[in-house]
């Protein structure tokens, strides 16, 4: 009877030694690209405490690839990642239970070099694009979509794509091998720092092709189940990202305690490259609610379904339900 006693009382006292004390921050990890923009957030409310005041500690683990971000979420070893809402669609229709929550609305440009005689999308016709990603990059769908739409030109057959690392197409436009680039908005800011100039922006398309105003792309990505059993935590998160973004759109001070992270990694850095960067950036601080940008997604999605089929999407025919977050409601 004693020895019984006993050893329930070591398991209460293993039990209480490896819970988490009362008042402790809820931990949460997050996988980022290691110079991706996230990182800029990330920093921001570390800086200004913003997960102290929330309960909670970040912990941030640096990734080579957006590939492995989403390894890393599907593994379980990290909470939360940086990715957008098609994949977190084609991972539900297959049964998986992520769920999103909007970062940011930049999309991206097409980019052209300065004194470049192409003046529309028609004038693309027969010229050689490089194109961030592969043929089966939703920016580069979504511009096929618009063209065909608007100047009646298929982009796939009219023109002659490059497709790479979007770093790379950006030496090969500023080297003249290219006559235009489609490049993601970090490299796009990089150019017109440079003296590019926009032929259309992305967000500017997806307006053409039916949405209601600038569509959130890429968020925040953490699975609905785990999202549930730490609702505080996610919470505390969002709302922390939230403030960050805030500071962001307001304090140039912000601004420049970041310069130095912003050009780690990017020898041609300087004032002009931040300007544009820190500019785009506070454009695409979303200000639309996630109902919002869901209901535009749902619009979006089958454009991407059509051009780029099931390789893409995977096996849905409609944005999957869930796909949004919509803070512990879904």
């Given amino acids: 009877m004693r020895s019984g006693l006993l050893a329930l009382l070591l398991c209460a006292v293993a039990s209480l030694a490896a819970a988490e004390p009362v008042g402790a921050a809820k931990k949460i990890t997050i996988g980022v690209l290691k110079f991706g923009t996230v990182s800029w957030v990330l920093d921001t409310i570390q800086a200004n405490e913003l997960d102290k005041a929330e309960g909670i ?7 080579a690839s957006t590939q492995a971000t989403t390894v890393g979420l599907q593994g379980a070893s990290v909470d939360i990642v940086a990715t957008d809402w098609l994949w ?3 991972e539900r229709s297959s049964g998986g239970d992520f769920t999103f929550s909007p ?9 052209l070099p300065p004194n470049s005689p192409i003046k529309t999308l028609a004038d693309l016709k027969g010229k050689k694009i490089g194109v961030a990603g592969g043929p089966l990059d939703k920016s580069w769908l979504l511009i096929v979509a618009y063209a065909l739409r608007t100047a009646n030109l298929d982009l796939r057959t009219d023109t002659r794509q490059e497709f790479g690392a979007p ?5 090969r436009a500023k080297q003249g091998a ?7 908005w970090p490299y796009a800011a990089r150019l017109e720092a440079e003296g590019f100039t926009q032929l259309i922006r992305l967000e500017d398309v997806v307006r053409e092709l039916g949405a209601k105003g600038e569509v959130a792309m ?6 609905e189940a785990w999202a549930k059993k730490n609702l505080d935590g996610i919470q505390g998160f969002l709302r922390a990202a939230t403030k960050a973004d805030d500071l962001l759109a307001t304090s140039d001070q912000e601004w420049e305690r970041l310069k130095k992270l912003m050009g780690e990694n990017d020898p041609s850095f ?3 490259t931040f300007e544009a960067l820190r500019r785009h950036y506070r454009e695409g601080i979303p200000e639309r609610s996630a109902a919002e940008n869901e209901s535009d997604a749902k619009v979006l999605y089958q454009f991407l379904r ?6 893409l999407v995977g096996a849905g025919t409609e944005l999957a339900p869930g796909t949004f977050w919509q803070g512990g409601k879904s």
């Avoid at 770093?167 to 030496?171: F, G, I, Q, S, Y």
């Avoid at 290219?178 to 993601?184: E, K, M």
């Avoid at 890429?218 to 699975?223: D, R």
């Fill in 88 to 90: 977190v669609s084609r």
């Fill in 57 to 63: 500690e970040l912990d941030i683990v640096p990734l």
């Fill in 218 to 223: 890429v968020g925040y990505v953490f699975s």
């Fill in 167 to 171: 770093p790379l197409l950006n030496e």
């Fill in 178 to 184: 290219i006559d235009a680039v489609l490049n993601f």
């Fill in 306 to 311: 059509e051009l780029g089929g099931e390789k």
């Fill in 103 to 111: 970062f940011t609305t930049a999309l991206g440009s097409i980019m």
């Fill in 270 to 272: 300087n004032d002009a």
